[in-house]
């Protein structure tokens, strides 16, 4: 298996600089694991590589989608793979560096997605109930995350049992979730009380650096608050200030506050969802890396 090497953790810790330096040691190009990196025009709120960051290695999946267009995790692990793939064939370590965790899951691991199956509604004559009842005979066990009155949802269902003749969530359960790259996966920490000080240390900076005027002149394009790319932590906290609702130092505690609670279910999902090693010293991670390429 192609090797691929993933760097981890929560906002703040210093997943860019390490990258850098990584890409640097051991001739890699790094692919960005961030959801809204990949925005034309979001660049402090989302603490994307500064222009000299950006110069000292090659970075990939950054500024290819505006603010205004969807992006999905299908799509992250289909262009993910292709640069993993491209990278790799001239010879360079593929360096996913990021802290958009599902994103990376679904890049390294055996993960599929469904959104293919999507089709017109073909049971428009049935109810709700009907089309739930339908449901109940050919894939029960998928009703235990459904609504009976989530027709989108049931449809698919249904739409995915009659290509597969199996049910999502048999498809599911056989999925192993293992690994299909040889991927070394460096966690970076830090102690809470010195993580969440960087956080509102990061905070402060992005509003000296011109944040609120980032976001005025994408509302001046035309991007609203209701789009996918606003949804980020650092931007949709904005909408109540620029709705007159609160104040900007109100919206700054809240992006402080939204980002501690976000590095910490970032440390679960890691823990629960990958094999990660966890570093506090950059040092000793950088060994683990030269052992794991030996």
């Known amino acids: 298996m192609d090797k691929v090497l993933v760097i981890v953790g929560p906002t703040a810790v210093g997943k860019t600089s390490f990258g850098i330096r990584c890409a640097d040691l051991f ?8 959801s809204i990196q990949i925005y034309r025009g979001l660049d402090i709120g989302s603490a994307k590589p500064t222009k000299e960051e950006l110069s000292k290695a090659v970075h ?3 500024d290819i989608k505006d603010a205004d267009e969807s992006y999905s995790v299908k799509q992250f692990q289909e262009l993910c793979r292709e640069k993993i ?6 010879g360079k370590l593929p360096i996913i560096v990021g802290g958009t965790g599902l994103y990376i899951k679904a890049a390294m691991y055996d993960y599929h997605f469904f959104e293919e199956e999507e089709e017109d509604d073909l049971y428009e004559d049935l109810s709700n109930q009907q089309i739930y009842d339908l449901l ?6 998928a009703l235990e995350k459904i609504h009976v009155n989530n027709r989108r949802r049931l449809v698919r269902a249904l739409n995915i049992y009659e290509k597969h003749k199996k049910g999502i969530s048999q498809i599911k359960d056989e999925q192993e979730h293992k690994p299909v790259y040889d991927c070394e996966i460096i966690g970076l920490t830090a102690p809470r009380d010195v993580l969440f000080r960087r956080i509102n240390d990061r905070v402060d900076q992005m509003v000296n650096d011109g944040l609120v005027e980032e976001i005025r002149g994408l ?3 035309g991007i609203d608050f209701s789009m996918q790319s606003m949804q980020g932590i650092g931007y949709k906290e904005w909408k109540a200030y620029f709705n007159n ?4 130092e109100e919206c700054i505690e809240d992006i402080k506050i939204h980002s501690r609670h976000f590095a910490k279910r970032q440390y679960t999902f890691f823990n629960h969802q990958m ?4 570093f506090c010293d950059t040092k000793e991670a950088l060994n683990e890396v030269r052992k794991w390429l030996i």
Not at 27 to 34: N, V
Not at 136 to 141: F, G, N, R, S, V
């Open 60 to 62: 990939h999946l950054i």
């Open 245 to 248: 609702e609160k104040n900007k």
């Open 136 to 141: 109940l005979q050919k894939d029960p066990k």
């Open 219 to 221: 509302l001046d394009q």
């Open 85 to 90: 793939a491209d990278i790799t064939s001239r």
């Open 275 to 278: 094999d990660v090693k966890w």
């Open 27 to 34: 001739d890699g190009e790094i692919i960005s694991g961030d």
